[in-house]
């Protein structure tokens, strides 16, 4: 085990947010990117319930907006965000190949798995069973009542869970005979960049089988950054935008109100958010890692709470971060028209 190995990756986030950034390391409150989600994540959370459920319908909104929208990422008449989701499920449902389907949701929200599940059921995908794993407990209500009309309330299992302590043997065995199952994993909504390529893969090397297949979603980093590591050719503007979008504020001052809850009655909170981009060195070189901060008083002390953290990669390091543990090989990536989003299909070995 290498030192790295043992630093979060918010950790890692945060040396690089104090080499690049006005911020001093005795500023920076670091916590895990799991941890927001968990009934235990926050010791200093007020009211856990209502916090975790108010988080997961940010994702949810979010979601249901982009699936909403027709011009969503369009660019110059390209596929916007939701088409480019069904041309990527059409591609999907190509390469099952007849078999047998299990469907492995981590993270879940229905807007899109809806889309999926209802095109996969159109182009006559066998579904033998759906399995959401989340580690924040109040996403399975809503998940149940969104999937089980399109997929039958016995096809349908939750894991309350860490996706990283999952292995394929924990999954709820399945009541059929044949043995020509295929795995479907998703990992939408950007998770891919909460944590460095290595520890992904290792994650879904644990959870899936030969043959099985991942459609995984990314925002891509499309500018240029020169050797001291300083954007200069700026195209993150649509990465700013999303990370200054209501939902992704009001997710920030959720997470920011579990340590000072005096956030949420200040009306010029919006002041007190940042974003950053800043480099990071991972296993596929330096790759750009988006960041929010809001300010808050701990203890008397004013704090940066590093509320999110998501690595952007360029679109040839999204495949080389899929392909790096050697366990898939990328079969398929699908860019919205604007190129700011990549839905990728990988194939496990
Ligand atoms: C960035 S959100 C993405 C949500 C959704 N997949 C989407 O497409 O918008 C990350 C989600 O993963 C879940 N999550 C984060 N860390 C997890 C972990 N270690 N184990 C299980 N679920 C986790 C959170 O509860 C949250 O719903």
Not at 119 to 147: C, H, W
Request: net charge negative; with cysteine; hydrophobic share 35%.
């Amino acid at each position: 085990m290498t030192e790295i190995d043992n630093i979060s990756f918010n950790e890692l986030v945060g040396h690089a947010l104090v080499v690049h950034s006005t911020i001093l390391p005795e500023q920076l409150a670091i916590l895990d990117n799991s941890s927001k989600y968990r009934p235990e994540g926050i010791k200093q959370n007020v009211n856990d319930e209502e916090s975790l459920s108010a988080i997961f319908d940010t994702m949810s909104n979010i979601n249901r907006m982009a699936i909403e929208d027709d011009h969503l990422c369009t660019g110059k008449n390209g596929p916007s965000f939701r088409q480019a989701l069904k041309l990527t499920t059409t591609k999907l449902a190509a390469l099952v190949e007849g078999r047998q389907v299990r469907y492995v949701e981590l993270g879940p929200e229905p807007w899109k798995s809806c889309t999926i599940l209802t095109q996969l059921f159109e182009a006559g995908i066998d579904l033998q069973q759906y399995i959401g794993v989340d580690i924040n407990p109040k996403s399975e209500d809503t998940m149940r009542k969104a999937l089980t009309p399109i997929i039958g309330a016995d096809k349908f299992k939750y894991l309350i869970a860490d996706f990283y302590k999952c292995s394929i043997d924990d999954f709820p065995e399945i009541s059929t005979d044949t043995q020509d199952i295929v795995t479907i994993v998703t990992n939408l909504g950007f998770q891919e960049g909460n944590d460095l390529p290595s520890r992904i893969g290792q994650m879904l090397s644990r959870i899936t089988r030969k043959g099985d297949l991942v459609l995984s979603e990314m925002q891509l980093f499309n500018g240029s950054v020169n050797p001291c590591g300083i954007v200069v050719e700026n195209k993150s503007e649509t990465i700013r935008n999303f990370y200054h979008h209501d939902e992704m504020l009001r997710f920030s001052a959720l997470v920011g109100a579990q340590f000072d809850e005096s956030i949420k009655a200040s009306f010029d909170w919006k002041s007190k958010y940042l974003f950053n981009l800043v480099p990071l060195d991972t296993e596929v070189g330096s790759v750009n890692v988006a960041t929010t901060l809001v300010l808050v008083n701990i203890n008397g002390e004013e704090k940066y709470v590093l509320t999110n953290s998501c690595l952007k990669y360029t679109q040839e390091q999204f495949k080389r971060a899929r392909e790096a543990t050697g366990t898939f090989l990328v079969s398929d990536s699908q860019e919205t028209g604007d190129g700011s989003i990549v839905f990728q299909i990988s194939e496990r070995c």
